[in-house]
C-alpha cells in the first residue's frame, strides 16, 4: 500500500484534478489525474467516479489511454537537434 501512498499526489503546490478510484483489492480512495492513469494502464482498476456516475472498467465505454496519456508511449525524448 505504500506504492500507492506515494503515487496519489503530483506533488505540486496546487490541489491536482483528482479522480475517485476503486482498485482490484477493494480500496477506495483519490488518484492524481498521473496516478490513475498508471494504475489504470496496470490492470489495477476496477471503476472510477465521473460526473455522471462510476465507470467499470472492461465493461463501460471509456476514452483511449494512448490519446489521454500524459506521457505518450511514442514519444520522441530526444532534445532537439
Not at 476503486?22 to 471503476?47: H, P, Y
Not at 455522471?52 to 489521454?68: A, I, Y
Request: aromatic share 8%.
Amino acid at each position: 500500500m505504500l506504492f500507492v501512498k506515494n503515487l496519489l499526489s503530483d506533488g505540486g503546490a496546487a490541489m491536482p484534478y483528482r479522480v475517485n478510484v476503486e482498485l482490484k483489492d477493494g480500496a477506495v480512495c483519490q488518484m492524481a489525474k498521473k496516478s490513475f492513469n498508471i494504475f489504470l494502464s496496470l490492470g489495477r482498476v476496477t471503476k472510477f467516479k465521473r460526473s455522471n456516475g462510476w465507470v467499470v472498467v472492461g465493461k463501460d465505454q471509456m476514452r483511449d489511454l494512448e490519446k489521454n496519456s500524459d506521457y505518450p508511449l511514442r514519444a520522441d525524448r530526444r532534445a532537439p537537434s
